[in-house]
């Protein structure tokens, strides 16, 4: 997969971006764009697989895309990432058609949670006034601050623990047909996709997608080349993350063709890994010595990658998520 004009259109979230968009393949393998995400899909002579259906909007007009491109040609397999709900919403559009088939843990990350669960760990380092809810005061500077009033949705000023499983895996997902646990091979057509689980990483559900014959890797959220991770995101695992990363390092490709940004490189990979072991190593460090968040905040400054995307947003947002996940964990 050569990195055309038409993807690097794709980078970054640019006001005039066209919201839909099917890109030049590799082969027989197609990206396409719903506004800053992305999604792959294989065509085959037995029907097509599809990675990711993003959300309703765009799985509708792919449907219609796909049904006219490649008449009878039917989507028979959607893969999921993982379950978030702003890349596995959608799958109803080729639910006549299609087996879905995702890691085991998305079953229980579909699931609400009960009323009265408990808060994460991380949730509970929030939770100053230790009521089980997060406040909007809480919620400042974390990742529950954005659209707090539509999060809260019984209206009692804190978010439950429900309430905020609500905002990242609630939604329509049409849940997996097949649940895999480490490996996974789907053969059609004569073509051969893996799904690869590489451990905890930035949810405990996610799937790395290898396309053996073109080289090419399907990597979401936790690995986007040139971009700086979000460990502010709660729900994370960071000290898996690295060895996730290491275990992609070790796959068969040569193009990440991820859910985010821009197609990269396995040296992209390595400058991930690396930035993620340099972060975790100054925070732990940081916490051995009895420094506070707000002190490895303004020491730990990364500015080895400084070039990478997103690097003013998340520098700073960096160091506190991993710094709370290392000492809730
Ligand atoms: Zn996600």
New binding site residues.
């Given amino acids: 997969m050569q990195l055309t004009n038409a993807q690097i259109v794709g980078f970054g979230s640019g006001e005039g971006l066209p919201e839909f968009e099917i890109y030049p393949p590799t082969g027989d393998l197609y990206r396409y764009r719903s506004q800053r995400h992305f999604g792959l899909f294989l065509v085959t002579s037995e029907g097509i697989i599809l990675v990711e259906p993003t959300n309703s909007r765009a799985s509708s007009w792919l449907r219609e895309q796909l049904d006219e491109r490649f008449p009878g040609l039917p989507v028979r397999y959607v893969i999921y990432s993982?379950a978030?709900n702003d890349?596995a919403t959608g799958g109803e559009a080729f639910a006549d058609t299609a087996t879905f088939i995702g890691h085991e843990n998305m079953q229980k990350n579909l699931t609400r949670p009960a009323e009265d669960a408990p808060l994460l760990p991380r949730e509970k380092l929030w939770d100053t006034n230790q009521d089980g809810l997060i406040q909007e005061t809480e919620a400042v500077g974390t990742a529950l601050a954005n659209n707090f009033s539509r999060a809260d949705t019984d209206g009692n000023g804190g978010l439950s623990r429900a309430e905020s499983w609500n905002r990242q895996f609630g939604g329509s997902q049409v849940p997996p047909d097949i649940y895999y646990s480490e490996h996974a091979k789907i053969t059609l057509g004569g073509k051969t996709v893996e799904l690869h689980y590489t451990g905890r990483n930035?949810?405990d559900d996610m799937t790395v997608i290898l396309f053996p014959e073109e080289k090419v890797v399907y990597t979401?959220?936790f690995l986007t080349p040139k971009r700086l991770p979000r460990t502010q995101l709660h729900g994370g695992f960071i000290t898996d993350w690295v060895k996730s990363l290491r275990q992609v390092e070790e796959l068969d490709f040569d193009v990440i063709s991820p859910g985010h940004e821009l197609p990269g490189t396995k040296e992209d990979v390595t400058e991930q890994r690396e930035y993620l072991e340099e972060l975790v190593s100054a925070v732990s460090a940081g916490i051995d010595q009895g420094r506070t968040k707000e002190e490895l905040v303004e020491t730990i400054l990364m500015e080895d990658y400084n070039h990478l995307v997103e690097f003013d947003l998340s520098r700073a947002l960096n160091v506190e998520g991993t710094y709370e996940m290392l000492i809730s964990q």
């Fill in positions: 993982h978030h890349h930035h949810t979401v959220d």
